[in-house]
């Protein structure tokens, strides 16, 4: 019973000491993570270039498509919160009116709003928040470039690897290793085809909405 406690013990700290490694090392694990995710979509590409160009030169034009699609994806998010801040400063009028009647309401009711905001609203909150954008802006623009590094090497050292799997004495547990990461790969592959075209039908409804006479008329009308 004893050593059953102390082994119990010892699974705990350990746990505890794995999960506070994990923790404190998450600025390397997380951009090692996501370029391990590229790498497994990206490799059919890389593997398809090396075929025909050098693997140097495909290595490049799999780096260089990768950044286009993450541009890309960059350019959509910005256009997207743009859209939104567009939509707000349309409808400020309409913001404001429905301020000043639920503000009206909750003052008949006891609650002053208006108060309340001018209290805890001051210039060291807006201070406050610009740092904590621009840490989050340093933050994102480190772990790009740390992903994009991981994916650089990874697509590098992925016919090592293999060969290192395969060089395995258990070869049950090398063909295992190797289809596992095989199927791991394929998922990966599969959902991003599914989320992309689904993003793109979803973008398409939008634009169509937007342009139809219903939207139009709604937006016009009295």
């Known amino acids: 019973m004893t050593s059953r406690g102390a082994l119990t013990m010892l699974g705990l700290c350990t746990a505890v000491l794995v999960f506070c490694g994990l923790y404190f090392a998450r600025s390397i694990l997380a951009p090692v993570a996501f370029s391990l995710f590229v790498v497994a979509i990206?490799?059919?590409?890389?593997?398809?270039?090396?075929?025909?160009?050098?693997?140097?030169?495909?290595?490049?034009v799999t780096l260089a498509v990768t950044l286009l699609v993450v541009t890309v994806l960059g350019y959509l998010i910005v256009w997207a919160f743009g859209t939104v801040g567009r939509w707000l400063i349309e409808n400020a009028l309409r913001l404001q009116a429905l301020y000043m009647q639920w503000t009206d309401w909750l003052e008949e009711h006891g609650?002053?709003?208006?108060?309340?905001?001018?209290?805890?609203?001051?210039?060291?909150?807006?201070?406050?928040?610009?740092?904590?954008?621009?840490?989050?802006?340093?933050?994102?623009?480190?772990?790009v470039v740390i992903a994009f590094v991981f994916?650089?090497?990874?697509?590098?050292?992925?016919?090592?690897?293999?060969?290192n799997i395969e060089s395995l004495r258990n070869k049950e547990a090398a063909r295992t290793i190797l289809q596992a990461s095989t199927q791991i790969a394929d998922?990966?592959?599969?959902?991003?085809?599914?989320?992309?075209?689904?993003?793109?039908?979803?973008?398409?409804?939008?634009?169509?909405?937007?342009?139809?006479?219903?939207?139009?008329?709604?937006?016009?009308?009295?």
């Not at 990206?42 to 490049?60: D, G, I, K, N, S």
């Not at 709003?113 to 210039?123: C, D, I, P, Q, R």
């Open 187 to 222: 998922k990966f592959q599969r959902y991003m085809l599914v989320r992309s075209a689904m993003s793109v039908l979803t973008a398409s409804w939008s634009g169509l909405l937007r342009c139809s006479p219903v939207s139009n008329w709604r937006r016009h009308g009295a």
């Open 42 to 60: 990206v490799w059919p590409l890389q593997r398809a270039l090396e075929t025909r160009v050098p693997r140097l030169l495909a290595l490049v």
């Open 151 to 163: 994916t650089a090497l990874g697509l590098l050292e992925i016919d090592i690897a293999g060969r």
């Open 111 to 143: 609650i002053l709003v208006t108060s309340l905001l001018v209290e805890n609203f001051n210039a060291s909150w807006l201070i406050r928040a610009v740092q904590e954008i621009g840490g989050r802006l340093h933050g994102l623009l480190t772990f």
